[in-house]
């Protein structure tokens, strides 16, 4: 099953995967148990953040869902991932609200079968349509690719902040919800340049430092 996602999420794939931090991301790994991956684009007022997190990270399994429990366990993390700002925390000045999200398991067990489970959001805001095809056809290039059974989860969420500049740090309940999660690498894209931060379970708390 499919959904579209927010043209916006999508710019935060496309432009973290410019060349400035291919290598970076390569470093870090395709898939590695307890890391997870957090893309932020800023746009004006408007933030995007892209998570990929191992199914071990979120549910503790990374089969296919085989029973009622495994289904559960995934139709609650779906729901956790369709509420960012339970997982990311931003500064309340910023006055942040949610316009979009996207939530998805996704892997080689899963793929294309009409039983995959997804959840999406949107408002009622224009988009771009044909931008929004063409940073997804870049985006997944490099985001398609989990083997071996080793199933994940994405979420994409668009943000609308009163005060995008008042965004200086970022705290992360995420690794509260989420017990087998210990680490987080997170990329930043603004008009102030590309930086690569990461954060850890067991201090879960981000200073931008002027990144977004």
């Given at each position: 099953?499919?959904?579209?996602?927010?043209?916006?999420?999508l710019l935060a794939l496309g432009l973290a995967a410019q060349p400035a931090l291919a290598q970076e991301r390569r470093e870090l790994g395709a898939?590695?148990?307890?890391?997870?991956?957090?893309d932020i684009a800023r746009e004006g007022d408007r933030i995007a953040l892209a998570l990929e997190a191992p199914g071990a990270d979120v549910v503790g399994f990374e089969h296919a869902p085989e029973s009622a429990a495994d289904r559960a366990a995934v139709e609650r993390a779906l729901d956790l991932?369709?509420?960012?700002?339970?997982?990311v925390a931003f500064p309340e000045a910023a006055g942040c609200e949610v316009l979009e999200v996207a939530a998805e398991l996704v892997g080689d067990d899963h793929g294309d079968d009409d039983h995959d489970e997804a959840h999406a959001h949107d408002e009622?805001?224009?988009?771009?349509?044909?931008?929004?095809?063409?940073?997804?056809?870049?985006?997944?290039?490099?985001?398609d690719d989990a083997g071996g059974g080793h199933a994940e989860f994405r979420a994409l969420w668009e943000l609308s902040c009163a005060d995008a500049d008042a965004v200086d740090a970022l705290a992360f309940p995420y690794f509260?919800?989420?017990?087998?999660?210990?680490n987080l690498a997170v990329q930043v894209v603004s008009e102030a340049g590309a930086r690569v931060f990461e954060v850890e379970r067991?201090?879960?708390e981000l200073d931008l430092d002027g990144a977004l």
């Open positions: 099953m499919t959904r579209r996602l927010a043209p916006l999420a898939h590695v148990h307890g890391h997870g991956r957090l991932l369709s509420r960012p700002l339970e997982l009622d805001h224009a988009h771009d349509d044909d931008h929004a095809h063409d940073d997804a056809a870049h985006a997944h290039d490099d985001h509260e919800r989420f017990e087998g999660a210990q067991a201090a879960p």
